[in-house]
Each structure stands twice: as C-alpha cells, then as structure tokens.
C-alpha cells in the first residue's frame, strides 16, 4: 500500500506519495508538487534530492556497503575480473562463459584508434593534462564511429568500442607526451595486461607481464566501476538526457570527474602527501583541514554518502600492503598516508564530522607502485568508472519515464528595471 506524506500550506492540505526501494529507502515523489502547490524545493548540492531511480548500484552512507547489481563489490573484488564486471554493470547479469568470450573478442577487435586520431594528440600541448586530452577525445570518436543511432546492436557496439578503445587512447597520451613510440594493443593479452603493456612496453625495455598487478589494476578498476548518483555519473545522465550521443555524455562525466573534490582527488591526495613528506607539516595541514576559514580540504577524506569508512578504501589499503610486499617496494608516502590517517581519526573534528578516508586516500599508493605518472591518476579512475556511467547512461536512455534534465531555481535578482541609455548612466 502507497505511503503517502501531508503537506499543510497556507489553508490548504496536500498528500504526496512516497516512493520505497527494493532497499527500504524512501522518497517523497514530489513530481506533481508545483501543479498542486504552485511550490518547487530547493537543495544546493542535491544532498537530499534523489534524481532517478535505478537498479543498477546501492550504497548504505552509514553501513558502509556497496553493491552492483546486488553482488557486494568485496566479492567482486576477490573473485571477478574488471571485464567481467563491466558486463554485470551494463548488462545487469554477470556473463555466462560464451558471452563472455564473445564480450572479449569484440573488446579486442575494437581496441585500435583510428590512426588519424594520432594527429590530434600530436598536436595537444606536451604539457597538457591527461584527462582535458581524454575528455576532447572521447568527444572526437563521434567524428571517427558515427554510425550510433539507436538500433541496439548499434549501441551496444559503440559502448564495447568505447570501453575497448578507452584503454589505447590513455597510453596513447602518456607516450606521446613523453615522445615516445606508441604501443599497439595486442590480441594475446587480457584487458588490464593489454593497458599496461600499451603504456609501459619500450623497444629497449620490453615490458614483462606481471600477475600480481594485473591482478592488483582489475581490483583497483573493479573497485571504481560504479557509484551510483554521484557528480560524474550525474552530468552523464544530465547531458545525456538532451539525447546527445555516448561519447558527448561521456565527454561530459571525464570533465566532472577531474575536479579535485571528486575523481582529481587521487591526484592531490599525493601531492598532498609529497608537501608532508617534504616540509614535515603534518600538523600544518591537520590545523588547516579543521580551519573553516581556509577552504583547504583534507584531500581523501570526507564523502557525500559515506558517514563511515568507504569500503572501498578497506579493500584499496589491502591491495596496498599486498602489492608492495609483493614488488619488494617501500613508499615513504604510503607511512605518511598510515600516520596521517591515524591523527585525522583520532582528532574529534574528523570524527564530529563523519570525515572517514574515501577510496582515494589509497589509491595513488597503489598506482604509484604499479608506475603510473600523478597526472594520469585521475585518468585511471575514468578507465575504471567508465562501465558505470555507460550503464548509468543506457538506464536513462531505456527509461520511458526519463525526460530532458531541466531544474528550476529560486530568483533573487532585481526585479523589474527600465533599461537606461549610456549617455544617461
Ligand atoms: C569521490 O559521490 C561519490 O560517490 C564520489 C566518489 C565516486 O566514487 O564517484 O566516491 C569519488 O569523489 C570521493 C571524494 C573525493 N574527494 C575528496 O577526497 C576531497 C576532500 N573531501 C571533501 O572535499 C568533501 O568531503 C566532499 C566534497 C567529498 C564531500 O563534501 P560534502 O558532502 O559537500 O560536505 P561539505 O563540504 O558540506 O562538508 C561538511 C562539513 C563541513 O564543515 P562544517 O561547515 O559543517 O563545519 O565537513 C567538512 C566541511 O568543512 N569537511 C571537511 C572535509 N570534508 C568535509 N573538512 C576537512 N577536510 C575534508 N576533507
């Protein structure tokens, strides 16, 4: 039976009925509000407004759990491959073996950029970030594959083609920039060797293949798959509602990401750390982080949902410790990152406040020690969120009740004013 909540406004009483989830949440669907009450609502930052519903991710804020497609990311994590995840994403199963040799072949076949392409990253700026380079590249496939429309198999090959050629374009970028030869992807390794190859394989130093960070980059790609709502999957549904192709959208969401309080927060988290490490101001930066008149953040802490620790940074910590142990690698960043982490959660503002390290306060230790630059942490975190917002953004587009994103505000501006000619101001 609907639940419904009273709204008494000036003489008048108003019922709106209450959404719940397969996960008990709730919602007021306010939908009809302004027709019946002539009122919107109003929530900077959307921190209490839900924008769809979706059966694609769930996350508990305050128990700390995370699920796609119901299957705890824990699971996903010690059992699953990033590929494999991916086709539970998009396909809301996980692939039985036929369809996942098929997934495979066609995410081989596809892994080659066009070869004109390579003149638009020649000509980029030797210096320019990564992500600004990935984000006008991905826009730039719609030039190079026009062909999606709206026939399924159409779409499903352009999102196979994308998460294929996704891998090819990063490492692309990372050799040109360092002027070097790039590497082609090769049809006898699997997804994560076939990026690391691309980006680490040199004529003079062939790169060896090492299990323990393919198995370390599929965990770490598993673990940024998806997130429901958040601010880069949000601007995916957002500009994909106007109905423009997947590669704007997705454009779109590589542009939300790089912000530093969202994905470019693994990038400054270890600047962060390098300016500890090097000035010896731990208790500089923990003085700023608490000081409301410095805009400083304590970069990796704090979360939008989460008012307990990410579960994801559990893993990533793991996956941290094992990695290093493994390649016989000491990170001076990774005891200012341990020791940083116990002062913050022994210090009541953090605790007060519900700041916990998010998946990001880890993650750059364990890309280090896999040998990927700084400035393509955050690009890493776009390989491996691209199968959610590509999920994300089919859910949308298949939803017959979507419609265009359009919110509406409160003004506060002047109200009406004559225009007044120059020569009388
Ligand atoms: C990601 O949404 C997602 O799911 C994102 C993500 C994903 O997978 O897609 O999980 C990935 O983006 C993780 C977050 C990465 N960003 C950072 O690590 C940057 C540092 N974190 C903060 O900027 C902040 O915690 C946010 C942006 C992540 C969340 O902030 P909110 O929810 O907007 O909260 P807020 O800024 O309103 O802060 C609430 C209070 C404030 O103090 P008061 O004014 O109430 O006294 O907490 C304080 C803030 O000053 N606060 C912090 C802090 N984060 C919040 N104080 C110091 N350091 C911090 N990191």
Redesign the pocket.
Known sequence: MTEFVKLTYGDNEYELPVIVGSEGEKAIDISKLRSQTGLITLDT?Y?NTGSCTSNITFMDGEKGILRYRGIPVEQLAEHSSFKETSYLLINGKLPTQQELTNFSVLLNDNSLVHEDMRDFYEKFPRSSHPMGILSSMVNALRSFYPELQNLEEEINMTVTRLLSKIRTMAAMSYKISRGHRVVYPRADLTYCANFLNMMFDSPVKPYEIDEDVVKALNVFWIL?AD??Q????SAVRLVGSARVTLYAAISAGIAALWG????G?NQ??IEMLSEIAANNSMAEIIKR??D?SDPF?????????YKTF?PRMKIMKRMCDTLLQKLNITDPLLDVAMELEQIALKDDYFTD?N?YP???FYSGIVLRAIGIPTNMFTVMFAIG?LPGWIAQWKESQDDPNWKLCRPRQIYTGPQTTDYVPIEDR
């Not at 958040?230 to 999957?233: E, L």
């Not at 530093?260 to 994905?263: A, D, M, N, V």
């Not at 953040?297 to 949902?305: A, C, I």
């Open positions: 930052g921190a940024h997130h429901e958040n601010c880069s999957t530093p309080l969202h994905g927060a400054a988290v982080a608490k409301k953040r304590l970069m990796g802490f704090g979360h939008r949902v990410d406040h700041l998010n998946v990001d969120r």
